[in-house]
């Protein structure tokens, strides 16, 4: 009986940090094809150690294979420890490898997209921007951080995952797990999108005017009958923190009555609107240039 | 403002990486918030940048690489709109136009990456031919080259915009009239909605639309912080799961188990 060749937990690191590059050849044929060779490569030169083994083996790992990069890493795991068993003996052909390639690659691009890039990514954006856009380099350094650690350690863990499970893990993830975690990312996912809409779309009609009413006297704070100086400063402040108005005129704008009607709801129209549009196969960029031409426009004629 | 030729090299570098990160897509240096935050920084003008990152990532939020689809590329209009703004020298001021610059840069980006996304297709074919020799060496080198065209794709542009320097790219700013230039903003604080209903089309279902609107309402408490929504809306997301679970053990097995007791559920199950 020959040694058994095992994948040492070195080589798993390597091939962990070379999947980083999954998706630098991506192209319109095999897509992720080629940062998929590339990646199983330190395992592949410890296993096989012939020509045409290695042939063999390249050329069964350039078939075509596409789906999130990261939720790629238990499918690399899986193909790790099929590999293994192969170049130890066990009768597994290459249908066998790219049945489970192609198997595990559309559930869990599935899973990928809507928890990365629907949910934590959104969230940790928009936390980092929120914080950016007020001046704070502490957004860029928490976005990096935050995104990267979750990012490692989850390629790490559920690469590991798969090695040890073999082709066990599909049957583990096709049951009720996968999809809890689809759907909990969806609901989420869903909630944070609305709460950003409300928060972070902004159309603003304070340019409408729609009343201009004049105060009794008494409501507003009378300039003129103010004494001069710190002390006139100081009564003032008084005054409008005792609920005086500032202004003779209370002016309500068109923004003002929606506010009391639903904050946030010509935010909320505008993001339908887009969906629509979307659904009728209207390109994003168009609609992009379409609301900034609509904003200049909504401008010029004094309503935004 | 004029760079010194180190400040150059570093500018053109952090390009290359956002371009790799373009498509990758891993360590996220093409994110708005990170590559203008790295421009402003290696160029001296960090402030501005950072500013000017925030407001394109909250535009940017929701474009992602789905499947085959590309998304309005991130990087180079990160990175091209932050040198305007740099060699613009408005600091602060600069930020908005440069948002309104941005978004042409990320269409421009698209039509660069599906070039190079095609360029790859070639470069496959030789990986193709060097499995049939076994050669590990051949196919590393390979996808090096093509991860660094992909950086080129940000890089040249970058480089390109630099050459043509400050003066020019200050005069077009400042030729820009100023209800352009506020129209822009005000149309700037709409488009993030784009990104938002691409997500939505993609997620929305009968089932979860009750969570969207719950997160609207909660929204409009202006107390409540972006961390505290999010905790919020991880409860709601369990309580759910939870309660579905359970809600659907004891009407699976219909008229055998209506105890409505779920250990007794699994024990009858087994």
Known sequence: MVDQIKLSKKDRISVWWRSTFLQGSWNYERMQNGGWAFTLIPALKKLYKTKEERSEALTRHLEFFNTHPYVASPIIGVTLALEEEKANGAPIDDVTIQGVKVGMMGPLAGVGDPVFWYTVKPIVGALAASLAISGSIIGPILYFVVWNAIRMSFMWYTQELGYKAGSKITEDLSGGILQDITKGASILGMFILAALIERWVTVDFSAVKISSIKQSSGAYIDWSKLPSGAAGIKEALVQQSSGLSLTEYKVTTLQDNLNQLIPGLAALLITFLCMWLLKKNVSPIVIILGLFVFGVVMHVLGVM | ?270
Request: charged share 10%; aromatic share 6%.
């Open chain 2, 1 to 270: 403002m004029n760079l010194s030729m180190i400040q150059i090299i570093l500018v053109v570098l952090v390009a290359f990486l956002a371009g790799m990160e373009g498509i990758l897509d891993e360590f996220h240096f093409h994110q708005p918030v990170i590559a203008c935050t790295l421009v402003g920084l290696v160029t001296g003008q960090l402030l501005p940048c950072v500013i000017l990152g925030g407001s394109l990532q909250m535009i940017a939020l929701g474009w992602s690489n789905i499947g085959a689809a590309v998304a309005p590329d991130a990087a180079l209009a990160s990175i091209a709109s932050a040198i305007i703004l740099v060699l613009g020298g408005q600091g602060r001021a600069g930020v908005s136009s440069a948002i309104a610059i941005a978004i042409p840069l990320a269409v421009a980006g698209l039509l660069l990456t599906i070039i190079t996304r095609t360029l790859a297709t070639g470069i496959v074919h030789f990986m193709d031919g060097a499995a049939k020799e076994g050669s590990f060496r051949k196919i590393e080198f390979w996808q090096i080259v093509a991860i660094c065209l992909q950086g080129l794709r940000i890089a040249i542009p970058a480089a390109l915009i630099l050459a043509l320097g400050a003066g020019p790219v200050k005069s077009l700013l400042s030729s820009m009239p100023s209800w352009l230039t506020d129209g822009l903003s005000i149309g700037g604080g709409m488009v993030v909605a784009v990104g938002y209903a691409m997500v939505i089309n993609m997620m929305a279902s009968r089932e979860v639309w009750p969570f969207f609107i719950l997160g609207f309402v909660f929204a409009a408490i202006s107390e409540i912080t972006l961390i505290g929504l999010g905790a919020i809306g991880i409860s709601i997301a369990l309580i759910y799961l939870t309660l579905s679970k359970k809600g659907g053990n004891s009407n699976g097995d219909g008229g055998s188990s209506n105890t409505g007791d779920p250990v007794g559920d699994l024990i009858d199950k087994y």
